[in-house]
């Protein structure tokens, strides 16, 4: 019996584009990564940033297909869910890769041809190949003189975006891990205070400490949901752009790809020249004719190169642009969620012990 979890995807929309305002498909997990696939492959290499499609975990998706009911399990499905929800709103919202076919066709239709490996697909087979395309600039015959300042600027910024993003993303994952442990400690704390409690003789220390435990078991919930908080906000979220700066500088080394094969064909036609030279040279009419047509051919191909770097780089200025302005309201609406739920605990918390006060001052 091959198990598999699915997913209901419901699109609402006025678009024009689709043919219902509202409609729902179920997928799997790998539509998604073919989805993924299939417009890394189309626009990638021309300069348009793909959203990475979320990670593979093998572990956590074995303990659901098994049935095992645990509190990581549910964690594992939730994480999941939103991280798709989070690419697909990424997707849809790019103005050019929504309206790609294969996008429609996931929104819209009932079936979808399987993928046939997953493997290669997940955000861990963007890196893979955002670092093919890096070892291949690595080895570039003619090393590549950024006349263009702007693309310098960028390429610096996102390298050290990138370091930084993923230092405070193990910050926050630190972070996550103190707050869970706080509650366990906490729920242990509680159930200490209880059983102190049953056992003293005194009768207002005794009602005291039962109370005590009573706060300490509300308190162990609220670290919960602050360490629910700190993950589902903002450790995702720097996650995801982690995994976003990695293929926006995939972009930067397919531009710096589409310079080194105008470069090779530049080259490639002045070696082809000077054989042509030769054969004037050497009077050999038979061979100057295919000369002709070999170099003929190779004007294309460099008027082509040419073309096709000064689109790739227009293309990444308006990507670039569109996506930083993407970042900042991302960040300022997490921000600003997550600051609201530490005031919303930090608030409840002071309630719990304001109550609570006036019972261990009772103890005499």
């Known amino acids: 019996m091959n198990a598999y979890m699915a997913y209901k995807v419901t699109t609402k929309t006025s678009m024009s584009l689709f043919k219902l305002n509202e409609f729902s498909v179920k997928r799997r997990f790998s539509d998604f990564l073919g989805l993924h696939s299939k417009l890394a492959s189309k626009y990638l290499h021309i300069g348009y940033i793909v959203p990475p499609a979320p990670e593979k975990s093998i572990v956590g998706m074995t303990k659901v297909k098994v049935g095992k009911e645990d509190q990581s399990s549910n964690e594992f499905v939730e994480k999941r869910r939103l991280a798709l929800e989070r690419y697909l709103m990424r997707t849809v919202k790019h103005p050019v890769l929504l309206k790609d076919p294969d996008v429609m066709q996931f929104l819209e239709s009932s079936e979808l041809p399987r993928a046939v490996s997953t493997q290669a697909l997940s955000s861990a087979g963007l890196l893979r190949m955002v670092n093919k395309a890096a070892d291949a600039v690595n080895k570039m015959t003619i090393k590549m003189n950024e006349s263009d300042t702007w693309f310098e600027e960028k390429q610096q910024h996102f390298e050290n975006l990138d370091v930084q993003l993923r230092k405070l993303h193990g910050s926050v994952e630190s972070l996550v891990c103190h707050r869970k442990e706080l509650s366990v400690n906490t729920a242990q704390f509680a159930k200490s205070a209880a059983m102190l409690g049953n056992s003293e003789d005194h009768t207002a220390l005794s009602r005291a400490l039962s109370q005590l435990a009573e706060v300490e078991e509300k308190i162990d919930q609220q670290h919960q949901d602050q360490a629910n908080a700190d993950f589902y906000l903002f450790s995702e979220l720097l996650g995801d752009y982690v995994r976003l700066i990695t293929a926006v500088k995939g972009v930067f080394d397919h531009r710096m790809k589409t310079w080194q094969k105008w470069q090779d064909s530049q080259l490639l036609l ?94 005499s």
């Open 270 to 363: 002045q070696k082809k020249r000077e054989a042509e030279a030769k054969l004037q040279f050497t009077n050999k009419p038979d061979k100057l004719q295919q000369a002709k047509d070999e170099i003929k051919e190779l004007e294309g191909r460099v008027q082509q190169g040419e073309r096709d770097f000064e689109q790739i780089s227009k293309t990444i200025r308006k990507e670039v642009s569109r996506f930083e302005k993407e970042r900042v309201k991302d960040f300022r609406t997490i921000i600003i969620k997550y600051l609201e739920s530490l005031v919303q605990t930090q608030q409840q918390l002071i309630k719990y012990w304001e109550a609570f006060l006036p019972e261990a001052k009772a103890i």
